[in-house]
């Protein structure tokens, strides 16, 4: 496992040229997949536009340096609309609070841990002053630009937390499983009630909200537009197409 502040700022090196072509300069999530797809790269000319290199094209992410076969593998991201759109999304993940799906604030992620595929592991949450909880991907409901949903399972207010907390200056290993079996056991459902009240809340904090991109349904129709405002008839259809995930990484807040 890598933690990003093992990862920004190490320099980037071809193989094929036997030089440094850049530096790590920041790394690129997709939300929707909960990994890191590509890292920015400053290779000195950003007056050129920004270079990224996807993470499929990384040959090596060592201690010291991150390999490549070669500087082609340095992308403009003009030329990677999906990059780009991801970029201008910013979800930094790192800074969110986290908050449970009944609506308890908890702390701030100051750390993500990423596998081998640049799939995010496990997000370290500081509670407060000298207190940190690492969540399992498998409690994360929602990557979001603002704030990281989780389940009741791991709520850092305390309530029933499942996740592994730790001094904020005590090391540890990310090749260490941070993921109890009380962890990886099914959440359990909730009451019908404790359903009820949490999709009152949520239609509550939707409602009047606007949207940073076009949600579409799955015939391809418009559910709402850029800028557009959520009413009650959008809200349904979102809930009747399975959008809600999508309209939440997309609050214009």
């Known amino acids: 496992m890598k933690k990003s502040a093992d990862i920004l700022r190490l320099p980037v090196i071809s193989i094929s040229e036997g030089k440094q072509v850049g530096t790590v300069k920041d790394l690129v999530i997709d939300a929707s997949q909960g990994a890191v797809v590509a890292l920015v790269v400053d290779d000195g000319s950003w007056y050129l536009g920004a270079k990224v290199l996807p993470f499929n094209a990384i040959t090596g992410l060592g201690e010291s340096a991150v390999t490549v076969e070669g500087t082609s593998n340095l992308i403009p991201v003009s030329t990677l609309p999906r990059i780009e759109q991801l970029m201008s999304a910013g979800v930094k993940v790192i800074g969110s609070r986290t908050l449970t799906r009944s609506g308890h604030m908890g702390g701030k992620v100051v750390e993500i841990a990423i596998d081998e595929s640049g799939r995010i592991n496990t997000c ?64 359990p459902v909730a009451s019908d009630d404790a359903a009820q009240l949490f999709e009152e809340k949520q239609r509550r904090y939707l409602l009047g909200k606007r949207v940073n991109r076009r949600i579409t349904g799955a015939d391809g129709s418009v559910i709402i537009e850029q800028g557009s405002e959520i009413t009650e008839e959008i809200l349904q259809r979102i809930r009747e197409e399975d959008k809600m995930i999508e309209l939440t990484m997309n609050l214009r807040l």
């Not at 929602?142 to 499942?162: C, Q, S, Y």
């Not at 730790?166 to 990886?184: G, H, K, R, W």
């Open 124 to 187: 370290e949450v500081e509670e407060s002053i000298g207190e940190r909880i690492l969540i399992p991907v498998q409690q994360i409901v929602t990557f979001g630009k603002d704030v990281l949903i989780i389940n009741e399972a791991v709520d850092p207010t305390g309530r029933g937390a499942m996740g592994i907390r730790q001094a904020a200056t005590a090391p540890y290993s990310m090749n260490e499983s941070v993921v109890t079996q009380a962890a990886l056991q099914p959440t």
